[in-house]
Structures are given as structure tokens and as C-alpha cells.
């Protein structure tokens, strides 16, 4: 709120006969022209943005062609390893593990016979009323036999495995965080039909440029906010970074491990923030009380009831919070102009007022 008073008629007149001008009215300021010099951390570091992704997380598809005949999970709900998720029709499955067992037990009819015929073609042969060479081919049908049983039981296993692929299940605990399938869809082997994840830990994979890469380091701490708690700041390290940028961009990728107790985190959510490469205790002021058009950076300072014009040094920004680190004549607890009431000249008279129902964070005047 900022107003300001006139000249009178009776005090024109005055000034016209000779006399002092009057003193002009004190422009009004209300809290949301002004803000106290504090001393805070700062936070700085370069700016990362990226997607939320769990730890955690399995893509399970169809190993098995067919219909799915039933859902056993639905988008959201909570699974344990092991637990059934979805079956997919198996009839024929059934019938190929069927023949599969009919294949083995012929398989083994015949390698008892060849072993018997073996046995007795050995003992004529030494007896000499048969050659060597039938005892050789003997001795082959008994290779064969056993080669076609060990083919058969390889037939029964993949039969078997494929017969237990109908039915799906949970490769580890979690939450089914996607479901692309439904009851009904006929899907063949790579078909994905569900999505797992563990929502207990999550990460952030973000770019930086290229250029922050000798500040960055594994285990660096990184602040960011999230679309959904935009007035929440959460917390998490880095813990790889990209031995490569990427050739289009120049970005550098990085991932931050990021603790989700209560698991209010949700994995696809947008986040941006900012590495804490640098952390330092300084004297800030609002990025908006800054006048730096000037041949050299000042702020407007309420000072015994009238504006003074400071310089000021700049140092170090916190983008996230609009905070810059100022050196100069401030003291912590005094009152500097923001926005448009910084084009208010020096000197003027000011009168601080607060609004109906100003709560105990709004600025208040100087004695």
C-alpha cells in the first residue's frame, strides 16, 4: 500500500508569500512493500529438474501366448512376492504338458527294450554266435534310446514351464503402479501386463549442464520441490552421476536417492531444485529490494521515519528462495523497500501502516 498527501491551498499561499515550504505527507507502506534484513543459510548450487522414479520397480509382461481368463490385481492395490496376479488360458498348455508325459514314458518303454536287447546281443557275441558288428549296432540303439528320452523329458519341462507361465505372479512386494492389460485381452509372449513398484524409495533422475560438473559429486546433498507439496522442500544425495553428457543437450545425468517415509512421493511426479554445492550464513535481502540499474547495486532502507539509499556489495543467490547475500551499512531487523515502491526517491517520509487483521509476521514500525 503506498499513498502519499499534497500541498494545501493555504500552504501554497504560504510558500508564495516567502514562507518555508511545508513538510510533504509521509507515503503510507504497507508489509507487502517491505522486508526485513535477515541472517539465514544460504543455499547454493546449480538447478536440477527431473522425474520422480521408484527404486524399485518391475515391468512384468506374458511369457505364454493366449487369453487372459482372470485378473487377480488392479491398478493400486498392494502385492507380496510370489502372489497371483493374473491367469491366462491354458488349455492348450495343458494338453502339450499331456503329451509331453505320453512322449517320455515311450521314450523310456524304449530305452528299457534297447537295454534288454543289449544285454542279450552282448552274451551271444561272447559266446561267438553273433558278430561284433551286431553287438555295435546293439550298443548305438541303446545311445539313441537314451537320447530320446532325455529329448522327451526336455519336451515335458518346457511343456511344464510354459503350462506354469499361465499363471503370473508378483516377482517381487510392492504396488501394481500401471495394469495395461484386461480380462479378455489375448496376449502373446512380451505383452506387458502389469508394472510393480516399491513406493518405500524413491529417486530423482535430473539433468545439470555440463558446466557444474567439477561441483558435483556422489553423496551431495539436493533440495528440491515436487508438483503436488509446492510449499514443501524434500531432501536427497546424489548418488551417481552420467560419466557422460548427452550430446545434444550437454546436460549431465544424475540420480538422487531420495528417503519416501509415509511414501507420499509418487513415482512420474515433476520435481526442481537445486544441488547444495555451497552453504554459508550471510546477511540477505530480497532479490525485489535490489536496485541494480544503478552504477552500483543499493537498497532503500526506512531509516528515522525516511527512505536512505544504501549500496550494498552482492554476494551469493539462492535462486529457490529469491535471497541474495548483500554486504554493507545493514543491520538484521531493518526495513528495505520491494517492488514498485523502490521508485520512491531518497529522503522521502514514510509512515509504516499494517492492514486490518496484520498477522504477527508482518513487518512493524520503527519506534
Do not use: W
Not at 14 to 37: F, I, K, N, Y
Not at 170 to 177: D, E, L, N, T
Not at 255 to 268: K, Q, S
Not at 303 to 320: F, H, K, M, P, Y
Amino acid at each position: 500500500m503506498i499513498a502519499s498527501g499534497g500541498l494545501s491551498l493555504i500552504d501554497c499561499e504560504r510558500a508564495q508569500d516567502g514562507g518555508q515550504p511545508p513538510e510533504p505527507e509521509p507515503v503510507l507502506l504497507g508489509p507487502e512493500s517491505l522486508a526485513p534484513v535477515r541472517r539465514e543459510r544460504l543455499n547454493v548450487g546449480p538447478r536440477v529438474s527431473g522425474s520422480l522414479q521408484a527404486r524399485r520397480q518391475s515391468a512384468i509382461r506374458a511369457e505364454t501366448a493366449g487369453s487372459i481368463v482372470a485378473l487377480e490385481a488392479e491398478l493400486g492395490d498392494v502385492v507380496e512376492r510370489g502372489q497371483v496376479l493374473a491367469r491366462i488360458e491354458a488349455r492348450a498348455l495343458r494338453d502339450a504338458v499331456v503329451s509331453a508325459e505320453s512322449g517320455v514314458r515311450s521314450a523310456e518303454q524304449g530305452l528299457t527294450l534297447a537295454e534288454r536287447e543289449r544285454e542279450r546281443t552282448a552274451r551271444l557275441a561272447q559266446a561267438g554266435a553273433l558278430p561284433r558288428r551286431d553287438l555295435d549296432a546293439a550298443d548305438n540303439a541303446l545311445a539313441g534310446a537314451r537320447a530320446a528320452l532325455e529329448d522327451a523329458r526336455a519336451r515335458l519341462a518346457l511343456a511344464r514351464q510354459d503350462l506354469s507361465a499361465s499363471v503370473v505372479r508378483a516377482p517381487m512386494a510392492g504396488v501394481i503402479s500401471a495394469q495395461p492389460a484386461h480380462a479378455g485381452d489375448v496376449v502373446t509372449p512380451g505383452t506387458e501386463l502389469f508394472t510393480i513398484i516399491d513406493p518405500s524409495s524413491m529417486r530423482l533422475a535430473a539433468t545439470v549442464p555440463s558446466s557444474e560438473l567439477p561441483r558435483l559429486a556422489v553423496g551431495t546433498a539436493v533440495a528440491f520441490r515436487v508438483r503436488g507439496y509446492p510449499e514443501e522442500t524434500f531432501e536427497g544425495t546424489i548418488e551417481s552421476i552420467a560419466p557422460a553428457a548427452d550430446p545434444a543437450t550437454r546436460q549431465i545425468a544424475i540420480l538422487v536417492a531420495i528417503p519416501n517415509p509415509g511414501e507420499r512421493l509418487l513415482a512420474g511426479l515433476f520435481a526442481e531444485g537445486h544441488v547444495r554445492v555451497l552453504q554459508k550464513e550471510a546477511l540477505v535481502v530480497p532479490r525485489s529490494a535490489l536496485d541494480l540499474e544503478a552504477p552500483r547495486p543499493n537498497v532503500s532502507v526506512v531509516r528515522g521515519g525516511r527512505l536512505a539509499q544504501i549500496s550494498v556489495t552482492i554476494g551469493i543467490r539462492d535462486e529457490e528462495r529469491e535471497l541474495v547475500e548483500v554486504a554493507g551499512s545493514l543491520s538484521p531487523g531493518e526495513l528495505v523497500v520491494t517492488g514498485a515502491a523502490r521508485s520512491l526517491g531518497s529522503g522521502t517520509p514514510v509512515k509504516i501502516v499494517h492492514p486490518p487483521g496484520a498477522d504477527a509476521g508482518s513487518p512493524a514500525p520503527p519506534d
